[in-house]
């Protein structure tokens, strides 16, 4: 399940930090507003991964998938970027889960 939802959030910073670019354009930000903003949230996003080996970097990746769908209150179209993530995150913690659950049943 790490490995799945590690991917999901390596894969959003990398998404937040190129919609970041386009959002100085689509939004009132300033350059330093929206780069700054996608900055932390990619950093947030990447340094949870590392936390995905305890219940607690899970939690924060489900906040982290909520605050980006948030970022629609600034960027409309951020909307469809974190509807689509916040499924992908979804997936992967639904899939891990069932891969682990047959690793373990196969276990000797």
Known sequence: MRTLAATVLIFEALVVLF??????????????????????????????????????????????????????LVVPTMLVVGVVFAGLWVAALVVGRRIAQARYAQAP
């Open 19 to 72: 919609a970041a670019l386009v959002a100085k354009d689509l939004s009132g930000l300033s350059t330093g507003q929206a780069l700054g903003g996608g900055g932390v949230l990619a950093l947030l996003l990447v340094l949870t991964t590392g936390l995905l080996r305890s219940r607690v970097g899970y939690v924060v990746g489900s906040v982290l998938q909520f605050v980006l769908v948030a970022t629609a």
